[in-house]
């Protein structure tokens, strides 16, 4: 199982399943990542994937509404969008 690193939540790890979503593991293990519609339309789990971004599914469409393709080049996603295949180490600025 893919272990997933939340680096700005004191880098707290979890195991989850092949092909899990990014915000739900977070929600469900306390990850921290901040959200409020989870659909992909506010933006608001705007986070970065640290290490690991070729262990993530493809970019999805309501994504490029909100990162251009150089900050995803840098590992910009959003977590409600993002499917984990493997390890990996995601960042997220905290809310103001």
């Known amino acids: 199982m893919p272990t997933i690193t939340f680096v700005t939540n004191d880098n707290k790890a979890v195991e989850a ?3 899990s979503n990014l915000l739900r593991v977070s929600l469900r293990e306390k990850g921290g990542i901040p959200f409020k519609c989870g659909g992909g339309l506010c933006g608001t789990c ?3 994937i640290v290490e690991g971004l ?3 599914d493809a970019v999805k ?3 490029r509404k ?4 150089e900050q995803f080049a840098q590992g910009h996603r959003l977590a ?3 499917f984990v295949n493997g ?3 995601v ?4 809310p103001a």
């Open 46 to 48: 705007k986070c970065r």
């Open 66 to 69: 909100h990162f251009t393709e």
């Open 61 to 63: 469409p309501k994504e």
């Open 87 to 89: 390890d990996i180490s």
């Open 91 to 94: 960042s997220w600025q905290l």
């Open 54 to 56: 070729a262990n993530t």
């Open 80 to 82: 409600c969008q993002t």
């Open 17 to 19: 399943p092949d092909n």
